[in-house]
C-alpha cells in the first residue's frame, strides 16, 4: 500500500508538472515535456522497486530539483532553510567562515577572490586557485552550495584545503574560521591631495561607509584625485554597485540587466548628487582577475562614462543575475534570471572589464634598492600602500595632467 502511495506521488507530480507548463507551451514542446515526464515517473518507479535499500521519495524529488537547478549553471540552485537564512546575514552583517567568493569555473570549484582581511586572505588564497579537495573530501562534482556549507563552521576551527595554483603548483593550506568582518570600505589620504579607498565587497551599509569615507578624505584637504581599489572584491549586492557607481555620476546609464521576462528587463540610471557631493577631481580604478560581479559593474559604468581610467588586470568576468525566489516551507531557489550589460551595450558574462591600462601586480624596490625576498611572504601578499606597484603608478598618473585628459569631471 505504501509503495502504491509513492508511484501515484510520482505520477501525479509528473501530472501536476505537465499541466502547469502545457499553456505556455507549444504543441510540439508539450510532447517533449509529456515524455520526460513520464521518463522521470519511470525512474522514478524503477527506483522504487529495485533499489537495493529503502528511499525517501522526498530525497528522490529533492534530488531530482538540485540536478535541474544545477544543470542550468553553477550559480543555479536550491536552498534550504538554513542556507536560505545564511545568505541573508551574509549580505546584511557578518558570518562565521573563511572569508572567499567561489564559484564553477571549467567544472571545477574555483576561487573568484578573497575578501580582504579575512582568514582565507591571510592564509594566501588568490584569484583562480582551484580548489580540489576540502578536508579530504573532494570537490568534484559538489555544488557551491555544499561547498560553502563544508567551508563555513564555528570560530576557531579548522579547515584544510587541496588547491591547485597556476594549474601545476599544487598547496595544502589550513584555515582557521573566524567572524567575517562586515565593513567594506577603508579609506586613507597617500599624501596632500591624493586619497585612496579600497572597497572589499559590496553589502548593504557599502554606499553609507562610501560617503562617510569620500566626506573624511575632502575634509582633510581638497581631494586633486581619488584611487578606487576594487582589486579582489567578489562583488556582492547589486544595489549597492548601482549607489556607489551613483556617487561618482551625474547622468546617464549606470548598469542595464537583459532576461527572458519583463520583470528581469531594467536599466539603472544615474541622478545628480547635491551640490556637497559632487567630486569634481579624476579617479583611477584598480582591479585585477579577483574584480568581479558587482565591482565589474562599477568598474563598467565609471569607465564607459569616462569618469575613470581603469588600471591594472582584465576582471574576472561574472555578468550574471541571481535572483533568490522564496518557495515554500522556508526554501529558496536561487536563479540566473539575466545578463548584466555595461552603459556601452557590453555584457560582462564571461568577457570581463579590460583596462584602459594593462599592467600586473609586481613589487618594487624598497627605499634601499633591493626587493622583497620570496621568503617574506607577509610583504608579498599585502604590500603597503606605499610598496604597492599599482597604486604607486595610479597615483603618478592622477599627478599627470595629460594622461586624464580624457576624462570628465
Given at each position: 500500500m505504501e509503495r502504491k502511495k509513492k508511484l501515484f506521488l510520482a505520477l501525479f507530480l509528473s501530472l501536476s508538472l505537465f499541466i502547469l507548463f502545457s499553456q505556455a507551451l507549444s504543441l510540439e514542446k508539450k510532447e517533449d515535456t509529456f515524455k520526460a515526464l513520464k521518463l522521470?515517473?519511470?525512474?522514478?518507479?524503477?527506483?522504487?522497486?529495485?533499489?537495493?535499500?529503502?528511499?525517501?521519495?522526498?530525497?528522490?524529488?529533492?534530488?531530482?530539483?538540485?540536478?535541474?537547478?544545477?544543470?542550468?549553471?553553477?550559480?543555479?540552485?536550491?536552498?534550504?532553510?538554513?542556507?536560505?537564512?545564511?545568505?541573508?546575514?551574509?549580505?546584511?552583517?557578518?558570518?562565521?567562515?573563511?572569508?572567499?567568493?567561489?564559484t564553477i569555473k571549467d567544472d571545477i570549484l574555483t576561487v573568484v577572490a578573497p575578501i580582504e582581511d579575512t582568514p582565507a586572505w591571510k592564509a594566501g588564497l588568490k584569484p583562480?586557485?582551484?580548489?580540489?579537495?576540502i578536508d579530504d573530501k573532494s570537490t568534484k562534482g559538489m555544488k557551491i552550495t555544499e561547498?560553502?556549507?563544508?567551508?563555513?563552521?564555528?570560530?576557531?576551527?579548522?579547515?584544510?584545503?587541496?588547491?591547485?595554483?597556476?594549474?601545476?603548483?599544487?598547496?595544502?593550506?589550513t584555515i582557521i574560521?573566524?567572524?567575517?568582518?562586515?565593513?567594506?570600505?577603508?579609506?586613507?589620504?597617500?599624501?596632500?591631495?591624493?586619497?585612496?579607498?579600497?572597497?572589499?565587497?559590496?553589502?548593504?551599509?557599502?554606499?553609507?561607509?562610501?560617503?562617510?569615507?569620500?566626506?573624511?578624505?575632502?575634509s582633510e584637504t581638497p581631494l586633486k584625485g581619488l584611487i578606487l581599489d576594487l582589486r579582489n572584491n567578489p562583488g556582492g549586492l547589486l544595489s549597492s554597485a548601482v549607489e556607489v557607481s551613483d556617487e561618482f555620476l551625474e547622468n546617464g546609464t549606470i548598469?542595464?540587466?537583459?532576461?527572458?521576462?519583463?520583470?528581469?528587463?531594467?536599466?539603472?540610471?544615474?541622478?545628480?548628487?547635491?551640490?556637497d557631493r559632487k567630486h569634481k577631481y579624476p579617479l583611477v580604478i584598480l582591479i585585477n582577475h579577483g574584480s568581479a560581479s558587482a565591482s565589474e559593474i562599477v568598474t563598467g559604468a565609471l569607465k564607459d562614462h569616462k569618469r575613470a581610467l581603469v588600471l591594472g588586470?582584465?576582471?574576472?568576468?561574472?555578468?550574471?543575475?541571481?535572483?533568490?525566489?522564496?518557495?515554500?516551507?522556508?526554501?529558496?531557489?536561487?536563479l540566473t534570471t539575466a545578463l548584466y550589460y555595461t552603459p556601452s551595450g557590453v555584457t560582462i558574462n564571461k568577457q570581463g572589464i579590460q583596462p584602459d591600462l594593462?599592467?600586473?601586480?609586481?613589487?618594487?624596490?624598497?627605499?634601499?634598492?633591493t626587493i622583497h625576498s620570496k621568503e617574506d611572504e607577509t610583504l608579498k601578499r599585502f604590500p603597503s600602500i606605499e610598496e604597492d606597484f599599482q597604486v604607486q603608478m595610479a597615483l603618478n598618473i592622477l599627478k599627470n595632467i595629460k594622461a586624464l585628459s580624457q576624462l570628465k569631471y
Amino acid at each position: 500500500m505504501e509503495r502504491k502511495k509513492k508511484l501515484f506521488l510520482a505520477l501525479f507530480l509528473s501530472l501536476s508538472l505537465f499541466i502547469l507548463f502545457s499553456q505556455a507551451l507549444s504543441l510540439e514542446k508539450k510532447e517533449d515535456t509529456f515524455k520526460a515526464l513520464k521518463l522521470f515517473s519511470q525512474v522514478f518507479r524503477l527506483i522504487e522497486e529495485n533499489y537495493v535499500t529503502e528511499v525517501n521519495p522526498k530525497d528522490l524529488i529533492f534530488g531530482a530539483i538540485d540536478g535541474m537547478l544545477s544543470s542550468l549553471d553553477p550559480h543555479s540552485s536550491l536552498l534550504k532553510p538554513e542556507e536560505f537564512k545564511e545568505l541573508e546575514i551574509e549580505t546584511k552583517g557578518s558570518f562565521t567562515g573563511i572569508g572567499i567568493e567561489i564559484t564553477i569555473k571549467d567544472d571545477i570549484l574555483t576561487v573568484v577572490a578573497p575578501i580582504e582581511d579575512t582568514p582565507a586572505w591571510k592564509a594566501g588564497l588568490k584569484p583562480g586557485d582551484r580548489i580540489l579537495k576540502i578536508d579530504d573530501k573532494s570537490t568534484k562534482g559538489m555544488k557551491i552550495t555544499e561547498a560553502v556549507k563544508l567551508l563555513r563552521g564555528p570560530k576557531g576551527s579548522s579547515v584544510k584545503l587541496t588547491i591547485l595554483r597556476n594549474d601545476k603548483d599544487l598547496k595544502e593550506i589550513t584555515i582557521i574560521r573566524d567572524v567575517i568582518p562586515i565593513k567594506s570600505v577603508k579609506a586613507k589620504l597617500i599624501e596632500p591631495g591624493y586619497g585612496y579607498i579600497r572597497i572589499s565587497q559590496f553589502q548593504e551599509k557599502t554606499p553609507a561607509e562610501l560617503v562617510e569615507a569620500l566626506k573624511k578624505l575632502e575634509s582633510e584637504t581638497p581631494l586633486k584625485g581619488l584611487i578606487l581599489d576594487l582589486r579582489n572584491n567578489p562583488g556582492g549586492l547589486l544595489s549597492s554597485a548601482v549607489e556607489v557607481s551613483d556617487e561618482f555620476l551625474e547622468n546617464g546609464t549606470i548598469v542595464s540587466i537583459k532576461g527572458k521576462n519583463k520583470d528581469n528587463q531594467m536599466v539603472f540610471r544615474a541622478t545628480p548628487n547635491p551640490s556637497d557631493r559632487k567630486h569634481k577631481y579624476p579617479l583611477v580604478i584598480l582591479i585585477n582577475h579577483g574584480s568581479a560581479s558587482a565591482s565589474e559593474i562599477v568598474t563598467g559604468a565609471l569607465k564607459d562614462h569616462k569618469r575613470a581610467l581603469v588600471l591594472g588586470e582584465k576582471s574576472f568576468g561574472k555578468g550574471s543575475v541571481q535572483t533568490v525566489i522564496p518557495i515554500e516551507d522556508n526554501y529558496a531557489v536561487r536563479l540566473t534570471t539575466a545578463l548584466y550589460y555595461t552603459p556601452s551595450g557590453v555584457t560582462i558574462n564571461k568577457q570581463g572589464i579590460q583596462p584602459d591600462l594593462d599592467l600586473p601586480a609586481m613589487e618594487i624596490p624598497k627605499k634601499n634598492g633591493t626587493i622583497h625576498s620570496k621568503e617574506d611572504e607577509t610583504l608579498k601578499r599585502f604590500p603597503s600602500i606605499e610598496e604597492d606597484f599599482q597604486v604607486q603608478m595610479a597615483l603618478n598618473i592622477l599627478k599627470n595632467i595629460k594622461a586624464l585628459s580624457q576624462l570628465k569631471y
